[in-house]
């Protein structure tokens, strides 16, 4: 019997602190911008996505690139989080790291945009890989990455 009551404590105790803290990197969309810093030309899903395959033929008319990350936190309390995209290129040895200080919306969802331009981006070439993650101080809390990092 008291086995029994130890292991239910131990249940429950192991239950709420995975509800404490929860946070999730749901999706990153990375696109590149023109020269007037567009990355589509109207609102459809279709029309953006043949805008980026005219860009990615045509690297000569882009002037960047943005990471749009849907993350979403809860239990984090009042913090203030960070979101960080590191971006391996072809012509970079070393990833490109771009920061952005997040907080937490009533709804614990947003989507943030990280951008990358002028002569960072020249200097990146082609995106190999990239990774997403969301730090709470030095804890990282999700992250997301690309097949290839």
């Given amino acids: 019997m008291l086995r029994w009551a130890l292991l239910g404590m131990a249940l429950l105790v192991s239950a709420l602190n995975a509800q404490a803290a929860s946070a999730k990197v749901m ?4 696109h590149l911008l023109d020269e007037q810093g567009r990355h589509t030309l109207s609102p459809s899903l279709y029309e953006r996505d043949a805008y980026q395959a005219y860009l ?10 943005r990471f749009d990350v849907h993350w979403k936190a809860t239990g ?3 913090a203030t989080l960070r979101l960080f995209v ?3 290129g072809s012509k970079e040895p070393k990833p490109v790291v771009l920061v952005q200080g997040v907080e937490r919306r009533r709804w614990y969802q ?10 960072s981006y020249r200097k990146l070439g082609e995106v190999v890989a990239w990774r997403a993650s969301l730090w709470n101080g030095d804890t ?6 690309s097949f290839l990092w």
Avoid at 110 to 119: K, M, V
Avoid at 140 to 145: D, M, R, S
């Fill in 140 to 145: 990282l809390l999700a992250q997301q990455k």
């Fill in 76 to 78: 984090t309390g009042t």
């Fill in 27 to 30: 999706k990153v969309l990375p």
């Fill in 56 to 65: 990615r033929q045509h690297p000569e008319k882009c002037s960047g690139l």
């Fill in 86 to 88: 590191e971006i391996r």
């Fill in 110 to 119: 947003r989507w943030t945009p990280l951008t990358l331009d002028g002569d």
